[in-house]
């Protein structure tokens, strides 16, 4: 069995964050890293962008070269599962042994859903979009002139909406809610996104729900709620992630909608600790989890400071975005509980909108707006608020927030 030392489950961006913060801050006993894929931690957010269109190479994913790991005596465990956690005797089973630990970081990140097999989610030609194996495995199915259909706006929907729209694919997107980025964005902001898509040729279809996949062996097209049905080539699900909390349930820690952790990271149970889209995390009273590289960075490298002893409470300064063809969105904050949105319309494709919660901002949606999300990153982390006179009038400079705030 293994010298004791820290055992990191998931090579993705959590964990590669928490090993390297680690060695960074000195930390001399033995670092394990356990990931299922067989590749070293690389970069998500390009799959459905850039590395779909061809235009990065697999190598520039990679967040080091796998020459980082051995100079930094970071152990990985590439195509290896970890099947058990004993937190008693503070060890983990494995497809490759038993492994003790000091501390243990749950990184296990989050599995896309699809339709279930009673309602044709298994048929060929049916795709999630989460890793490398899954884009090398679609990328085939994007020639032009073939249907593509994809069921849910969110994120992820729209993003490969946009990549097969370029590439000359004929694009349905059907939302079952009545307007696409409902769970994540204002009324705002899924009209920018709603007109930006059809005119570019989607057929977006909101308010549209869906019986299942029609097909024998393969897809051939989706029935929709009202019995009528569209012809597909192949069918992308976009409709959200679920938390890969079964180990930690084993196991018996807490869970809710992720694993569970309090402020500083830590789990229910001594010495293992949960960073990413799996862990949960408080924020204003209640237990949240944020998917996001910006999150699995900052809350992994907090877990890495609290293992060596600084005892911090995480600040959750949470910030996304999204890349639509000519298209960037950045957001800055979380708008939960908003009660007003306010709008800096500077032209026809470069907008802001701005979250307030009883009078304070608290989130913002910049559209090939930089200069927005800057200023309001930097007033929300600092606790700001922003006068929306000023935010609302597209010829003042958003300098005067700072003297006003």
């Not at 005119?199 to 393969?218: A, F, H, P, Q």
Request: net charge negative.
């Amino acid at each position: 069995m293994n010298e004791a030392g820290v055992v990191i489950v998931g090579a993705g961006q959590a964990g590669f964050s928490a090993a390297s913060k680690l060695r960074s801050l000195g930390y001399q006993g033995s670092i394990t890293m356990f990931g299922n894929e067989g590749q070293y931690p690389y970069q998500r957010p390009p799959l459905s962008k850039s590395y779909l269109l061809n235009e990065m190479p697999l190598e520039r994913l990679y967040l080091r070269p796998a020459s980082f790991y051995e100079e930094q005596s970071i152990s990985m465990r590439m195509d290896v599962e970890v099947t058990k956690i004993l937190p008693e005797t503070q060890h983990v089973l494995t497809t490759s042994g038993e492994y003790l630990y000091t501390n243990l970081i749950l990184a296990t990140g989050a599995t896309p859903r699809r339709l279930p097999r009673s309602l044709g989610g298994h048929l060929e030609g049916t795709y999630t979009i989460r890793n490398i194996g899954d884009i090398d495995t679609i990328s085939p199915e994007f020639v032009a002139g073939r249907k593509l259909v994809i069921v849910g706006g969110g994120y992820i929907g729209l993003e490969v909406a946009a990549v097969a729209r370029s590439l000359g694919l004929d694009v349905t997107l059907i939302e079952a809610e009545d307007r696409i980025l409902k769970r994540v964005a204002a009324q705002e902001t899924s009209a920018f996104f709603s007109s930006y898509h059809r005119s570019k040729g989607v057929d977006l279809r909101e308010n549209t729900k869906i019986k299942g996949v029609v097909g024998e062996d393969r897809v051939s097209g989706i029935q929709l709620s009202d019995g009528s049905i569209l012809a597909a080539d192949f069918v992308v699900f976009g409709v959200g992630v679920s938390a890969n909390t079964e180990l930690a349930e084993a196991a018996g820690l807490k869970t809710d909608t992720g694993v569970a952790t309090d402020a500083y990271g830590r789990c229910s149970k001594a010495n293992i600790w949960a960073a990413g889209d799996c862990a949960s995390l408080p924020f204003d009273g209640e237990q949240i989890r944020i998917e996001s590289v910006g999150n699995a960075i900052d809350q992994a490298e907090l877990v890495a400071q609290n293992i060596m002893g600084a005892g911090l409470e995480y600040n959750v300064k949470p910030w996304f975005w999204s890349d639509q063809y000519d298209v960037k969105l950045q957001i800055c904050g979380l708008n939960t509980g908003f009660d007003r949105v306010e709008s800096r319309i500077t032209s026809e494709t470069s907008q802001s909108f701005w979250y307030y919660r009883e009078g304070q901002l608290i989130a913002v949606d910049a559209i090939n707006d930089p200069r927005a999300y800057m200023t309001a990153k930097r007033l929300i982390d600092s606790g700001k608020s922003a006068d929306p006179k000023i935010v609302c009038d597209p010829a003042s400079n958003l300098k005067e927030l700072f003297a006003v705030s």
